[in-house]
C-alpha cells in the first residue's frame, strides 16, 4: 500500500536553504540559524492542512515567520552577549556550503544599493552587522540582501514601509562607514591569498619585519574564546602591538599545532590544528596589499563545522 506524498514536505525542502541563508546572516550563527529554521518548520506543521492550503505562498509565509523568529533572537542576543565572556564574534563557517551560496531571489534591483550575497557572508560584514539594532539588521538583510520590498519587510517587523527604509538607510551607512578607505586600490582573490600566505610564513618563521610589513600601521586583532578557550580578552590594537603579540602566539604554540590556509567565509584564512581537530580560525580583512583586521575564533562551541585539513 503507497502511503501518500506530503506536498508541504517538498515546499520545506525546498526552502530550507533560502532560510538557512537569511537566518545565518540575520543571527551571526549557524547553530541559532538552524534552531530558527526547525522552530519555522515545526510552525508550518502546527497548523491544519486546511490552513497549510489556504496560504498561497508557503515560502512567502516560511521566509516571515523564519524573519520574525530571528528578529526576537536579536533581542534576547544582545542581553545574552552582555554577559558574555571577551569579545563575542559570528561563527566562522568552512568553505563554499550550501548555506553560503544559493539565489537571493526577489525583484531586481540597482546593484550599486545592494550588498551581494556573497559578500553579506564574509565576517567583516557579519562583524558590522553586530553594531545594528535588530531591526536595522532585519530590514536591510531583507532589502538589500533579498531583495524584498519594504511593503514586504513592514509586515515582518511590524513597522511602516516609510519607517523600514529608515532602518536600511541608516544600517547601509554602518556598512559604508565599516568599510576600508576606498582609495586604496582593491585586490584580486589570489592577491589576498598571498597576502594571508606570506603571513602565515613570516608567523612561521618569526620574520617580525615580514609582519610589520604585511600589517597596516592602524590594523586591529579581536579574539573570541568565549570562556572556554584561553584569548587575549580585548582588541589589540595597531600592526606593531599585533606582530609582537603573534610573535609571542609562536613562541608558545605546542609542538603538534600546525597552521593551514583554509576558506573562511568565503575569504582566505587560516586555521590552527591540534590533535585531529580544528582548534582556531583567523579571518582576516585586506585593503591594498596590508592586513587591517585579524579575527580569531577559538570558542570549541563555534569550531563544530570545522574538521582538519
Given at each position: ?13 525546498s ?44 515560502g ?6 523564519a ?35 544559493g539565489?537571493a ?30 531591526a536595522?539588521?532585519?530590514?536591510f ?20 514601509p ?7 538607510s ?18 584580486p582573490p ?83 590544528e ?36
Amino acid at each position: 500500500m503507497t502511503t501518500p506524498s506530503d506536498p508541504s514536505l517538498d515546499i520545506l525542502i525546498s526552502e530550507r536553504r533560502h532560510l538557512l541563508n537569511l537566518a545565518y546572516r540575520l543571527l551571526g550563527s549557524l547553530t541559532e540559524a538552524e534552531d530558527a529554521v526547525q522552530e519555522t518548520y515545526t510552525r508550518w506543521y502546527a497548523l491544519s492542512r486546511a490552513q497549510q492550503d489556504a496560504i498561497r505562498s508557503p515560502g512567502a509565509w516560511l521566509t516571515t515567520v523564519a524573519s520574525r523568529i530571528c528578529l526576537n533572537l536579536l533581542g534576547s542576543a544582545r542581553a545574552r552577549r552582555e554577559t558574555y565572556v571577551g569579545e563575542w564574534l559570528p561563527e566562522p563557517l568552512p568553505g563554499r556550503s550550501e548555506w553560503i551560496g544559493g539565489p537571493a531571489g526577489g525583484a531586481a534591483v540597482d546593484p550599486a544599493d545592494r550588498v551581494t550575497l556573497e559578500e553579506s557572508v564574509n565576517l567583516a560584514f557579519l562583524v558590522v552587522l553586530e553594531a545594528m539594532t535588530p531591526a536595522e539588521r532585519v530590514a536591510f538583510i531583507l532589502h538589500d540582501v533579498f531583495c524584498h520590498s519594504f511593503a514586504e519587510v513592514a509586515e515582518i517587523v511590524g513597522r511602516t514601509p516609510a519607517a523600514c527604509r529608515q532602518l536600511a538607510s541608516s544600517a547601509r551607512r554602518r556598512v559604508r562607514e565599516s568599510r576600508p578607505d576606498t582609495s586604496a586600490p582593491s585586490i584580486p582573490p589570489g592577491q589576498r591569498t598571498g597576502v594571508v600566505r606570506d603571513f602565515k610564513r613570516a608567523w612561521e618563521t618569526g620574520d617580525i619585519d615580514a609582519l610589520l610589513g604585511l600589517l597596516d600601521p592602524a590594523a586591529t586583532a579581536v579574539a573570541d574564546g568565549g570562556g572556554l578557550a584561553a584569548a587575549f580578552p580585548d582588541p589589540i590594537e595597531g600592526g606593531e602591538q599585533i606582530a609582537r603579540t603573534w610573535m609571542e602566539l609562536a613562541r608558545r604554540k605546542p609542538g603538534t599545532m600546525t597552521f593551514a590556509e583554509r576558506t573562511v567565509n568565503g575569504q582566505p584564512g587560516l586555521v590552527a590544528e591540534q590533535d585531529g581537530a580544528v582548534v582556531t580560525v583567523f579571518a582576516f580583512e585586506i585593503a591594498g596589499d596590508r592586513i587591517t583586521h585579524i579575527w580569531v575564533v577559538r570558542n570549541p562551541e563555534k569550531l563544530g563545522r570545522w574538521v582538519q585539513g
